[in-house]
């Protein structure tokens, strides 16, 4: 399994699922790429990294519509952070 840095610096070729890879693409800054690779996936993982975008982006209604389709609380935290633990939770999954 890797870390969160090493997900950061791999090649996004390496990234499966669509849920990291919004997240891979949200960490290299680009928020259009992340968030057609969230749309593209109907589970609740692309559901809570949807979330996280649009906190991003600044549009917390949105953002607590997809953390409950997430089934998840609204993050009080950091984007920073969140996005940090959200790797990390996805990357144990694989």
Do not use: T
Not at 15 to 33: I, S
Not at 37 to 42: I, K, L, M, V
Request: aromatic share 8%.
């Amino acid at each position: 399994m890797r870390n969160v840095d090493e997900f950061v610096a791999g090649s996004l070729d390496e990234v499966k699922g669509h849920a990291l890879r919004a997240l891979w693409h949200a960490a290299h800054g680009d928020w259009n790429a992340a968030h057609e690779e969230a749309q593209e996936d109907e589970d609740r993982d692309s559901a809570w990294v949807h979330a996280l975008l649009h906190r991003e982006e600044g549009d917390q209604s949105n953002a607590e519509y997809w953390y409950r389709r997430a089934g998840r609380p609204v993050f009080r935290g950091s984007i920073a952070q969140e996005r940090v633990e959200m790797i990390s939770a996805l990357l144990d999954k694989v």
